[in-house]
């Protein structure tokens, strides 16, 4: 079984930053893609931002240019670094990751942590 934490979410003014961070524990071999989704209300989950094992990064098109995600293979961590926030960037935030564990491969998400922007 595979544990996901996530820390980092809060209340930000337009323009303002957070880092959102997940942490992976369990019986992991390895974790292939990681990403951050988010749920607005009323909204469907969309993706926001991906990186693959080898760091390869995706982004939502309104997030390109503001948000960065990176992620430390060691640690089994993600990371999403969140700049000139917007009011529509208000969401809670949903960490995904793929992981391969001793007989399965599977997906897991977060608990999720809000992140509210607004002045």
């Known amino acids: 079984q595979v544990q996901l934490v996530e820390s980092g979410g809060g209340l930000v003014q337009p323009g303002g930053s957070l880092r959102l961070s997940c942490a992976a524990s369990?019986?992991?071999?390895?974790?292939?893609?990681m990403a951050w989704y988010r749920q607005a209300p009323g909204n469907e989950r969309e993706l926001v931002a991906s990186?693959?094992?080898?760091?390869?990064?995706n982004y939502a098109d309104s997030v390109k240019g503001r948000f960065t995600i990176s992620r430390d293979n060691a640690k089994n961590t993600v990371n999403l670094q969140m700049n000139s926030l917007k009011p529509e960037d208000t969401a809670v935030y949903y960490c995904?990751?793929?992981?391969?564990?001793?007989?399965?491969?599977?997906?897991?998400w977060g608990q999720g942590t809000q992140v509210t922007v607004s002045s």
């Open positions: 995904n990751v793929d992981v391969l564990s001793l007989t399965t491969r599977k997906n897991y």
């Open positions: 369990g019986t992991i071999l390895t974790i292939y893609d």
């Open positions: 990186i693959t094992k080898g760091r390869s990064t």
